[in-house]
């Protein structure tokens, strides 16, 4: 999810790479983002999300998991502290509304980065049924109101899993969140899946294998069974049931797939080390496997899901 995947790491050595952050957040809410819909979907339904779920989600970045919550009737908060041009387009999907206020009908068709075609199952219009939409810059604890009924839903979407140390911040935002959920309220966690059920494994390597001078400790690390668990052990969440979702990433063309996986990142360390040109180069290379005749292409992934709860 900056994006979804692990979002705007940036190298420990070297100089940065020039990055347009309103190009990579378009290209993250447009092309990326949706890739993780089938998660969102899998836990809104074991959760039974609708009418009555105050849900806060971290590390919200354009939002597309809030507009799913919200067109099930959820109300619903997100926070980012990292992405500016990533809450902009938040903001312009779901507007700040209250029940029966003009607009509680959703953004119109076309927004950008919305997905065209069918919505989500149980949309319903984004806010018709839910309360206030409120989207705040800065970790959790700054950006809400402590007075403010508790939340009975918290959501860190953000899939750990895929570079070493990618889940060290994860533990401060669950802890600033967790005084703001009610006793016993659902804390959501995501990651990747085994490796080898995750053909974006392959891709990812190569920008590893060519940061590899930075020495850098945000490099690709293989998904470990046990992720999540240790993260709600290490920020004493009682764990709750987990579950395997497939998340194909499937794009219209080599060209959108690059756009997609250069817009998470992951491979801003391998641009610093090895030029933009390189990068572009294997990364195309790395893709030709995943291409269909047609010229569109699809690398089946899974990922996984923790439920757990606040003491």
């Not at 790479?17 to 819909?37: C, F, G, T, Y």
């Not at 938040?90 to 700040?96: D, E, Q």
């Not at 919305?114 to 604890?141: K, L, Q, S, Y």
């Amino acid at each position: 999810m900056t994006p979804t995947l692990v979002r705007q790491h940036t190298p420990h050595a070297g100089a940065a790479p020039h990055v347009d952050l309103r190009a990579r957040a378009r290209d993250w809410s447009e092309i990326q983002e949706r890739m993780l819909v089938p998660l969102y979907e899998a836990v809104y339904e074991r959760l039974d999300l609708g009418d009555g779920t105050r849900m806060l989600g971290l590390e919200c970045g354009s939002g597309l998991a809030l507009l799913m919550a919200a067109a099930r009737g959820a109300t619903v908060t997100g926070v980012d502290s990292r992405s500016p041009e990533l809450l902009t387009l938040a903001r312009r999907r779901l507007p700040s509304r209250t029940p029966g206020a003009p607009g509680t009908s959703g953004p119109p068709p076309g927004t950008p980065g919305i997905p065209e075609g069918p919505r989500p199952h149980g949309a319903r219009g984004a806010g018709t049924r839910g309360g206030t939409v409120r989207i705040a810059e800065g970790p959790p604890g700054d950006a809400m109101d402590p007075s403010a009924p508790a939340f009975t839903l918290v959501t860190a979407f953000e899939p750990i899993g895929c570079l070493a140390g990618d889940s060290d911040g994860l533990g401060a935002l669950l802890d600033g969140a967790a005084p703001l959920a009610a006793r016993g309220a659902a804390v959501v966690l995501a990651g990747w899946g085994p490796p080898e059920r995750c053909a974006t494994t392959s891709v990812l390597r190569v920008a590893t294998r060519l940061a590899d001078p930075l020495r850098s400790a945000g490099s690709w690390r293989p998904a470990l069974r046990d992720d999540l668990e240790e993260v709600a052990r290490r920020t004493r969440l009682r764990p709750d049931g987990s579950g395997r979702v497939a998340c194909p990433f499937g794009y219209a063309d080599a060209r959108s797939a690059a756009r997609g996986l250069l817009s998470t990142g992951l491979f801003d360390a391998a641009i610093a080390a090895a030029g933009q040109e390189q990068v572009d180069k294997e990364l195309a290379e790395a893709l030709h496997p995943y291409r269909r005749p047609d010229g569109t292409v699809w690398m089946p992934n899974v990922f996984r899901y923790l439920i757990a709860r606040i003491p």
